[in-house]
């Protein structure tokens, strides 16, 4: 289900009905079995996606990749891209294009 949607806003409602679990339930086999809160996990997912975007779409913005892999702010991408990898998604687009 995240992957097949993971571009636009997934809630625990969401998931949840997607397996046809009580929430609490969803997030205790979540974390048990991928070792992450259904949060977490989409979070990754979509950061992985903008890596394999600014891989192959060097021409694209980042405002461009962070809608198309499901971010609600360009803001909250920088943000979170940062975190992850130590960089801004420009700074990573720079190293690409050496």
Do not use: A, W
Request: hydrophobic fraction near 30%; glycine fraction near 2%; include cysteine.
């Amino acid at each position: 289900y995240i992957q097949d949607h993971y571009q636009s806003k997934i809630t625990l409602n969401d998931l949840s009905d997607n397996i046809h679990m009580s929430k609490s339930e969803t997030v205790r086999l979540f974390s048990k079995y991928v070792h992450q809160t259904p949060f977490q996990y989409i979070l990754n997912y979509r950061l992985e996606k903008s890596v394999s975007m600014l891989n192959k779409h060097t021409d694209k913005s980042i405002t461009d990749i962070s809608y198309v892999c499901g971010f609600s702010t360009t803001s909250y991408f920088i943000q979170k891209f940062k975190e992850r990898y130590g960089q801004t998604p420009r700074q990573f687009l720079k190293q690409i294009k050496k």
